[in-house]
């Protein structure tokens, strides 16, 4: 079995393989992760750091995911799963420990959660819906973030790569 940050090495020639369908920004450095980690007050875990690493934000044939990012015209001001995040904590009491990845496209978001990590340092993927507060109850699409990335954008390739 594969390991989350092996599937986010796999991610990341996925989507420098499909540079037609692909889009991504220029990465992150060791100083933007730790203020995204510091404004969050949790870390990343390995897999999902290392698409930042590399991208900062991407998506491949549809699929889009938050990551961590800057524009000139917002400054220092850290966007993508930092701003949401912390917009779902304040507008809708989303609790602190989640870290948000990607809209899951009905209302609800795509998170990692921090309160619960594994031997690697991973956390698992659940979905979040505002005034959901038992996480036994939300939905779980993966065990880790490269794991669960790494297998929607497989399937987003393909669909694309067919349909095409």
């Known amino acids: ?11 990341v ?4 393989g499909n540079d037609d369908i692909a889009n991504h920004a220029d990465g992150c450095d060791a100083a933007m992760i730790a203020a995204a980690e510091h404004d969050l007050g949790v870390t990343f ?9 590399e991208f900062g934000t991407w998506d491949i044939a549809g699929e889009e995911f938050l990551g961590v990012y800057q524009t ?12 949401e995040t912390l917009d ?19 209302g609800g978001l795509i ?3 921090s309160s619960q990590v594994d031997s690697e340092g991973e956390y698992p ?17 993966g065990d880790d973030f490269g794991s669960f990335a790494l297998a929607l ?10 349909s095409g």
Do not use: H
């Open 88 to 106: 779902a904590c304040s507008q809708y009491g989303m609790p602190s420990d989640l870290i948000v990845v990607m809209f899951d496209g009905m």
């Open 125 to 141: 993927v659940l979905v979040w819906n505002p005034g959901v507060a038992d996480r036994q109850s939300m939905e779980r699409p």
């Open 72 to 83: 000139p015209a917002m400054g220092q001001k850290l966007l993508g799963s930092v701003a």
């Open 13 to 16: 020639e996925l989507v420098r």
């Open 45 to 53: 875990p390995p897999s999902y750091r290392r698409v930042i690493e």
């Open 153 to 162: 954008c497989q399937r987003a390739v393909t669909r694309w790569r067919e």
């Open 111 to 113: 998170v990692l959660d």
């Open 1 to 11: 079995m594969m390991s989350a940050i092996e599937a986010s090495e796999r991610l």
